[in-house]
């Protein structure tokens, strides 16, 4: 995944600026990021606190294991599967 050239931090800094009144378009021109980033943005952190997004964060990061093991387990399956399904010609 991409990593972004904002930190959570600043990316409800600039939603603070933008619900305080400062226009979408010129909030975009300052930050140097399109209208879609902005409202990509408004839709996961909209409402946050920087203590919100340091949590959603931890979150994440405790639960990548557990995502990552249970890919694991779909490949297995996926593979077990393909393997019962080959049909074997003499």
Same mark, same amino acid.
């Given at each position: @995944?991409?990593? $972004?050239?904002?930190? %959570? %931090? &600043?990316?409800? *800094?600039?939603?603070?600026? #933008? &619900? /305080? *009144?400062?226009? /979408?378009?010129?909030?975009?021109? =300052? &930050? *140097?990021? $399109?209208? +879609?980033?902005?409202?990509?943005?408004? +839709?996961?952190? *909209?409402? @946050?606190?920087? $203590?919100? /997004? =340091?949590?959603?964060? /931890?979150? %994440? +990061? %405790?639960?990548?294991?557990?995502?990552?093991?249970?890919?694991? !387990?779909?490949?297995?399956? @996926?593979?077990? #599967?393909? !393997?019962?399904? =080959? &049909?074997?010609?003499?």
């Amino acid at each position: @995944m991409k990593r $972004s050239r904002f930190t %959570e %931090e &600043q990316i409800i *800094g600039i939603l603070k600026e #933008h &619900q /305080a *009144g400062l226009g /979408a378009k010129d909030l975009c021109r =300052k &930050q *140097g990021v $399109s209208d +879609a980033t902005l409202y990509k943005w408004r +839709a996961r952190f *909209g409402g @946050m606190e920087v $203590s919100d /997004a =340091k949590k959603l964060k /931890a979150l %994440e +990061a %405790e639960n990548e294991p557990r995502r990552v093991c249970r890919k694991l !387990q779909l490949l297995g399956r @996926m593979e077990h #599967h393909e !393997q019962d399904n =080959k &049909q074997v010609f003499p």
